[in-house]
C-alpha cells in the first residue's frame, strides 16, 4: 500500500538553512494532510496540517505547502534548529472514513550544527 | 497540555497468550483509534472508535482483536491469541471533531515470544 510516499529516508541539514521534506500522494479522496514529528521511544507528535481547501499553511518555523494537482505536499523549517533532529511522517485522511491515517514511511531529518 | 496516556511502555508475552493494551485519550476527545508499526514498516491503522462503537477497521484487525471503552476513560484493546507476528509497537490515538488532528500516545512496545 503505497497511498501516502516519502521517497527519501534522511536529510542532512545545517542549522539555520531551510529543511524541505517531501510527501507524495495517490488517493484523490484524501483531503487533510497532517506532518508528525518522532523521536525515538515516543509517539508521533503533531506538528502541523493543511486542508485540501488551502495550498498554504504556516506556524511559527514551519509551513506547509499542498499541491493538490500534482498530489504533492512539502514541510518547511525555516531555520532550522539541531533540536529538530527526528524522523517526520507525513499522514494523510479522507473524508467520512473516521479520519483514520494513513502514514508515509517518514525521512528521518539531521539538522548538523 | 493535554495528553494520550499508554500502558504498559513494553509487554512481553508468550504466544497463544492473551494480552490487552491500555489508554487513556484526551477526556474530551471523542475519537479514539488504535495503530501500530512493525520494526521498520510504516505505521499501520488498526481500529477506530466512536461513539462507543467501532467505526472503521482495517484488515490486519480480525477477530483474534478486540476494543473496548469499558468505563468512559480507558480504551483498550485485547489481541486473544498472540502470534510472534502481533510484535510491534501499537499507538494509542484521539482526536476531536471532523477534521481535526489526532494526538498521539508514546506507544506500548509488544514483544511475542
Known amino acids: 500500500d503505497q497511498q501516502v510516499k516519502q521517497n527519501s529516508p534522511s536529510l542532512s541539514v545545517q542549522e539555520g538553512r531551510i529543511s524541505i521534506l517531501n510527501c507524495d500522494y495517490t488517493n484523490s479522496m484524501f483531503d487533510y494532510f497532517l506532518w508528525y514529528k518522532k523521536y525515538p521511544a515516543e509517539g508521533p507528535t503533531f506538528l502541523i496540517s493543511?486542508?485540501?481547501?488551502?495550498d498554504k499553511n504556516e506556524d511559527g518555523r514551519f509551513t506547509v505547502f499542498l499541491n493538490k494537482s500534482a498530489k504533492h505536499l512539502s514541510l518547511h523549517i525555516v531555520p532550522s534548529q539541531p533540536g529538530d533532529s527526528a524522523v517526520y511522517f507525513c499522514a494523510a485522511s479522507a473524508q467520512g472514513s473516521a479520519r483514520q491515517l494513513t502514514f508515509g514511511s517518514g525521512t528521518q531529518l539531521t539538522v548538523l550544527p | 497540555e493535554p495528553e494520550v496516556t499508554q500502558t504498559p511502555s513494553h509487554q512481553v508475552t508468550q504466544m497463544g497468550q492473551e494480552v490487552i493494551l491500555r489508554c487513556v485519550p484526551i477526556?474530551?476527545?471523542?475519537?479514539f483509534y488504535w495503530y501500530r508499526q512493525i520494526l521498520g514498516q510504516k505505521v499501520e491503522f488498526l481500529v477506530s472508535?466512536?461513539?462507543?462503537?467501532?467505526?472503521?477497521k482495517s484488515e490486519i484487525f480480525d477477530d483474534q482483536f478486540s476494543v473496548e471503552r469499558p468505563d468512559g476513560s480507558n480504551f483498550t484493546l485485547k489481541i486473544r491469541s498472540t502470534k510472534l507476528e502481533d510484535s510491534a509497537m501499537y499507538f494509542c490515538?484521539?482526536?476531536?471533531?471532523?477534521?481535526?488532528?489526532?494526538?498521539f500516545g508514546d506507544g506500548t512496545r509488544l514483544s511475542i515470544l
Open positions: 472508535f466512536y461513539n462507543n462503537e467501532i467505526s472503521e
Open positions: 477526556s474530551n476527545h471523542l475519537y
Open positions: 493543511i486542508s485540501s481547501i488551502k
Open positions: 490515538a484521539s482526536g476531536g471533531q471532523g477534521a481535526e488532528p489526532q494526538h
